[in-house]
């Protein structure tokens, strides 16, 4: 793919992204924060190719060691915003 | 590879990316909050199996590498206390972070002479993931209260900073122009040792009010660094995925930042009220007015409306059940009650909300800012716990005063102020606080649990 399209890409989706989160209630921010953190933890699909390349020992082990600390970031993540928005309760009381 | 497969995995980064967006919006409504985040699991689901099928010649490391981190992150997110959920979230930041640096060390490390795009990209993750990484550290150190709260300062600290980047910046023009050898290998690693250093020296001179700025700020960052990991593999997943979080994270820091009325650079390079010399005293005249537990209690049981305020003081005190046990009694007792939240009260952005949510607190009760000062002249009763700069009316008042024109909680034209104070030592920004010498403040001194805990037992003994 060309690098000029990524960029169109790129460029795009900050838009989109501050469109999308512009409106959030302040009670959301720290889930909000919590919940995007778990997705920048997409970079685990880049550890995962630098992992699996097949390159030397070195290569190896820092695509590894890159793969663990994004999965601690995906999985972590999406665990603690769970967690968190489980709390949130409103009187008409959904208790899931 | 064929056809059909690399079609198939395109599919599924497309179908992760248009999950993720979905999330992202669903995370800003509190019903569909929580689903929000389910699909965009789902999406990251779909986006690593997707990987899966093109990544790997080989899968022990792959596979060594997913086991370990799954346990850890499912153990971590298990076992941490909600109080301790600001550094729970700096830390996974980290995470993020380092993990694209290192995405980015483990390409140039097989490929030096890669196009020269992808060299830039390279450098900017590393960059990136590497301010994102070790300021996270830095962050969580402060928020653990594992290392000082307080702004560090160095001496010449902006110097150090802009010739730290300047060094970056010229090995990185090394690397572009002579990619491969043992010397640029070298600079590489100097860049990466420069990146790193550079989180740590940008968040310590920044003072624990300020967190929720930085910690916002940081998200964007790894969101960022993953963007530039994206550009690095050229795949369109990682850049639309980095930059909606990079997005996020700049609004936040931006709302942070109106909050506080200061720009982010105030806060970033000012080590805000650092010195003794810097904390204007605007000299409050007045004393200020004790009162016992007893005399709050009859207060507040007279009291037809009551508006909480909580601050950073209640999350140190964990006073979050107590207030919530306190807040029920107000309510059989026949008082309207609610809770006003300060968008930058706590240590990073939200953290008051999710604290009394824990507590079960109901979430229409949790009022922001802009809702409660319009009606807060027919407030009968404030309780502030534990806040200071967020209610200072010299932000409103005294033109002197740092804080002057930071939107407050003006709890100060409620009927009646009661404030639960450890002592009256200033607020975070060592500003003199006028509302404790008012005429319609009481000060309830002692510690904030204890002192609700006092005013709960004498609701019950009545």
């Known amino acids: ?96 | 590879m064929t056809d059909y497969t690399q079609a198939l995995i395109d599919l599924g980064y497309i179908a992760a990316s248009i999950l993720f967006i979905i999330g992202i919006k669903m995370l800003g409504k509190q019903e569909r909050a929580r689903k929000g985040n389910l699909i965009s699991a789902l999406g990251m689901l779909i986006a690593v199996t997707a990987a899966m099928f093109e990544c790997c010649l080989d899968f022990t490391w792959v596979i060594t590498g997913l086991v370990i981190g799954s346990l850890i992150g499912l153990i971590a997110a298990r076992t941490v206390k909600m109080t301790s959920m600001p550094q729970m979230v700096a830390l996974l930041n980290g995470f993020g972070g380092i993990a694209s640096l290192l995405v980015g060390w483990a390409n140039y490390h097989s490929q030096p002479d890669s196009n020269l795009l992808v060299r830039v990209a390279v450098l900017l993750a590393v960059l990136i993931g590497g301010v994102a990484f070790s300021g996270s550290l830095v962050a969580y150190g402060k928020l653990a209260g594992k290392i000082s709260g307080r702004p560090i300062l160095v001496k010449r600290q902006a110097l150090i900073n802009i010739l730290m980047l300047a060094a970056v910046l010229i090995g990185s023009l090394f690397l572009v122009f002579t990619p491969g050898g043992t010397i640029a290998y070298g600079v590489f690693l100097l860049i990466v040792v420069l990146s790193l250093s550079l989180g740590v020296f940008s968040v310590t001179p920044i003072g624990g009010a300020d967190m929720p700025v930085v910690i916002a700020l940081l998200n964007s960052y790894s969101g960022l660094a993953a963007s530039a990991a994206g550009f690095i593999l050229l795949n369109n997943v990682l850049i639309v995925a980095g930059s909606l979080v990079g997005a996020s994270g700049l609004i936040l820091t931006g709302i942070m930042c109106k909050a506080m009325n200061r720009s982010l650079g105030n806060v970033l390079f000012s080590g805000f009220a650092a010195g003794p010399g810097k904390a204007v005293s605007t000299s409050v005249q007045g004393e200020p007015k004790p009162i016992t537990a007893e005399d709050a209690y009859y207060v507040l049981e007279a009291a037809g409306s009551v508006v909480i305020v909580p601050g950073y003081g209640m999350a140190v005190a964990q006073a979050q059940h107590a207030v919530r046990e306190l807040g029920e009694i107000l309510e059989n007792n026949g008082a309207e009650v609610r809770y006003a939240i300060h968008p930058v009260a706590g240590r990073m952005p939200g953290h008051m909300n999710v604290l009394l949510a824990e507590a079960n607190v109901l979430y229409e009760q949790l009022a922001e800012m802009d809702d409660v000062n319009p009606i807060m002249e027919s407030v009968d009763v404030c309780m502030v716990i534990g806040a200071n700069d967020v209610v200072n009316p010299a932000a409103r008042e005294i033109e002197s005063s740092p804080i002057y024109g930071m939107p407050i909680i003006n709890v100060d034209k409620a009927k009646t102020v009661l404030v639960l104070k450890r002592s009256m030592a200033a607020g975070f920004a060592g500003v003199d606080n006028p509302l404790f010498v008012k005429e319609n403040t009481r000060m309830l001194f002692g510690d904030a649990k204890a002192t609700v805990q006092q005013l709960v037992a004498q609701f019950k003994e009545s």
């Not at chain 1, 919590?34 to 390159?55: D, E, H, K, P, Y």
């Open chain 1, 1 to 96: 793919m060309s690098f000029g399209l990524l960029f169109f890409v790129f460029v795009l989706a900050i838009f989109l992204g501050v469109e999308l989160i512009s409106k959030v209630p302040s009670q959301l921010h720290t889930p909000l924060m919590s919940g995007t953190n778990a997705i920048s933890g997409i970079t685990i699909v880049g550890a995962l190719t630098a992992a699996g390349s097949g390159a030397d020992l070195l290569g190896s082990i820092l695509g590894t060691v890159a793969v663990i600390f994004a999965t601690v970031n995906v999985v972590g993540g999406y665990l603690v915003t769970n967690r968190m928005l489980a709390m949130f309760k409103r009187k008409s009381g959904e208790q899931k």
